[in-house]
């Protein structure tokens, strides 16, 4: 007995991804090995696959639990047992673990399909049948049972896509009421209408896109454009600060004579825009201009006669 074993995540619930699978007369539609599963009833299936050389047999349904797992037993033909687990890994991920075990034909016929390998290849091709498994799930709507709401079935590696399906497999799918002319021209216009409405989004979503980088784009040219003001300001007002220590440093220099510490004009004659001191008259034999004079009532002694002044003038 081999025994061969697969697996595959799933972006689906896992009552969803239950009733896909339990859809085998749908399988040659999307798996490539697959060339038939048509149904006596409920319980008992006639499959026909091609692995190196086409094989088939009669299966009867057995250890089924609803959402978790499904089973089957051959019962004429090719000798083989499968089981497939579906287990939940949260609302919208759904683990699926195949397990199929199978007799390999005795005689001739086994010891060739040894020398080709056919164990490692069925062990490849069932991985990749159930990845494609899990991509018909993923592009159907969310919450769909029928897979005929998909819209990867008959993609270009399926049996049914190739031509590769067996008679019964054509007669059942064409007394399939999904599969009629007028169903089939329904759901192409239905997946047409929705890969429109999807590029229209991604037209929509990449133009919001560029709305949103050009009015970032806008924005950091304003920003830009403020803190180049700003700084043009900045520069403005530290030329006028420069300017003006400039013109200030050009200011003449105080007069000897006139700027004279002992105030305004202090050195100059009798003037009524002088300070009170400066209406006083120098000290006679003091011959520096810087000199200071003291008001008259603060001097000690007369003064000579030639210094006198007129006290009434004002």
């Not at 969803?16 to 699978?21: D, H, K, P």
């Not at 067996?166 to 399939?176: E, F, L, S, Y």
Request: aromatic share 8%; hydrophobic share 30%; charged share 30%.
């Amino acid at each position: 007995m081999t025994e061969h074993y697969a697996s595959v995540t799933i972006n689906a619930p896992q009552h969803q991804v239950y009733a896909l699978f339990t859809h085998f007369n749908d399988f040659p539609k999307f798996m490539h090995f697959v060339k038939e599963v048509t149904y006596y009833n409920e319980q008992r299936t006639h499959w026909v696959v091609q692995v190196l050389g086409e094989y088939e047999w009669d299966a009867v349904n057995e250890d089924w639990i609803p959402d978790r797992q499904i089973g089957w037993r051959s019962i004429s033909g090719l000798s083989n047992a499968g089981k497939v687990k579906f287990s939940s890994l949260g609302p919208n991920r759904t683990m699926v673990d195949v397990y199929i075990s199978y007799s390999p034909p005795s005689g001739p016929l086994g010891k060739i399909s040894d020398n080709l390998g056919v164990n490692s290849y069925f062990g490849r091709i069932l991985q990749e049948d159930l990845n494609h498994f899990a991509r018909m799930v993923e592009e159907a709507p969310p919450g769909a049972l029928d897979p005929m709401s998909s819209h990867y079935l008959f993609h270009k590696k399926s049996a049914t896509a190739k031509g590769n399906v067996t008679n019964r497999q054509k007669t059942a799918m064409q007394q399939d009421p999904r599969m009629s002319p007028q169903a089939l021209a329904e759901r192409q216009a239905r997946i047409e209408r929705e890969e429109a409405l999807m590029r229209e989004a991604a037209r929509e979503q990449e133009g919001e896109k560029s709305r949103q980088a050009e009015m970032t784009r806008m924005i950091q040219q304003e920003q830009k454009a403020a803190l180049e003001r700003e700084a043009a300001i900045r520069q403005q007002r530290q030329q006028e600060l420069s300017k003006r220590a400039r013109d200030t440093i050009k200011l003449e220099p105080p007069d000897p004579v006139h700027d004279t510490l002992g105030g305004r004009n202090a050195s100059k004659d009798r003037s009524p825009f002088g300070d009170q001191d400066a209406r006083r008259l120098r000290f006679p034999k003091e011959e520096t201009p810087m000199q200071s004079r003291h008001p008259l009532k603060f001097r000690s002694g007369p003064l000579p006669e030639d210094t006198k002044t007129d006290t009434t003038s004002p």
